[in-house]
């Protein structure tokens, strides 16, 4: 005759998160000098000139473009939803 056994959970177990550093393999400081065009400014204020928050500037950096496309002014095409169609 088979017994019902009963299954417990145990929920003292110490998780431990180990952090793991950032990759990260470009440079984006707002105090780097860039030359673009033979002028060298800080890459903040190439951002400022060209009427871009630096925010996006620095994603762009990190996301592994170079200053010059970083610093581009017009928007980027994005390839996300580029397959996707409406119903209709």
Known sequence: MNMPFQLSLDF???IVRIPRSPIRSTICAGATLVTLGGICLPAVEWAERRGLKWQTVKMR??????WSD???PELRRSTFMSGWKLHG
């Not at 950096?61 to 170079?66: C, E, I, N, S, W």
Request: glycine share 8%; aromatic share 0%; no cysteine.
């Open 12 to 14: 003292t177990a110490v």
């Open 61 to 66: 950096r990190l996301r592994g473009d170079t």
């Open 70 to 72: 970083a610093l581009a």
